[in-house]
């Protein structure tokens, strides 16, 4: 089955410095979502893309779907505390139920003042 | 507007107990999802419904879990014997059914089998 890899596993920047993070999959994906898990809660969608070559961004944050539709970034810029938590993309695994998600390991941002 | 509502928050439980879980989604959604979180195998989809209806329990570990969806308001997952190796934070997820991927998720219910 498809199977997503992202990285890095964890990132400990300090505030005001930018994250990059990125997810590649073994198999062609129709859309790529990008979800956040603050502690304690369940996932948030943040962006959706939907298009390959696709840039979209959603305030201080960035994300593409890349060309080969295989791998997709999202970038955080200026982080603040409160951007920590953990980060997962996401595809779906079939096109006829778009909920049907398959998730990242994730990757989890720790923020320092 | 109230978002997922899962019930209980924590469950601890000794094992061969049974457990069930309560979800209610947002008002309006068709589409809802039992999603189990573990360190080990990070976020799973355990089975979906639309309508009421279940159409993928794949994902659902064996025989030991059920889950329903007797209306559109409320869902339950079971766990009947519950065993340690089912410790994990379960989820439950609604959408609107279209062809976004937005799924709202509730808060999780953290269960501990001892």
């Known amino acids: 089955g498809q199977q997503l890899n992202q990285s890095p596993q964890s990132m400990f920047i300090q505030e005001g410095e930018d994250v990059s993070m990125n997810c590649t999959s073994s198999?062609?994906?129709?859309?790529w979502l990008w979800y956040k898990q603050d502690p304690g809660e369940g996932p948030v969608l943040l962006i959706a893309?939907?298009?390959?070559?696709e840039l979209t961004s959603n305030g201080r944050l960035t994300a593409q779907f890349g060309i080969t539709r295989k791998d997709s970034f999202l970038n955080i810029s200026a982080s603040i505390p409160s951007d920590v938590g953990i980060y997962f993309c996401?595809?779906?695994?079939?096109?006829?139920?778009?909920?049907?998600?398959?998730f990242g390991a994730g990757t989890q941002v720790v923020v320092t003042p | 507007d109230a978002g997922v509502i899962q019930s209980p928050r924590h469950e601890v439980t000794e094992m061969g107990q049974e457990v069930t879980l309560r979800c209610k989604p947002i008002?309006?959604?068709?589409?809802l999802f039992w999603y189990r979180q573990t360190m080990m195998r990070g976020l799973e989809l355990l089975i979906y419904?639309?309508?009421?209806?279940?159409?993928?329990d794949s994902g659902m570990p064996e025989d030991r879990f059920s889950a329903k969806m007797p209306n559109a308001s409320f869902s339950t997952l079971k766990i009947q014997p519950s065993e340690p190796r089912d410790s994990a934070v379960y989820f439950c997820?609604?959408?609107?059914?279209?062809?976004?991927?937005?799924?709202?998720f509730g808060e999780g219910s953290r269960l501990t089998v001892l």
């Open positions: 997820a609604s959408s609107l059914g279209s062809n976004t991927g937005e799924l709202f």
């Open positions: 893309l939907y298009k390959a070559g």
């Open positions: 008002s309006g959604h068709n589409s």
């Open positions: 198999s062609i994906f129709n859309t």
């Open positions: 419904f639309n309508n009421n209806v279940p159409i993928d």
């Open positions: 996401a595809g779906p695994m079939t096109t006829d139920s778009w909920g049907k998600l398959q």
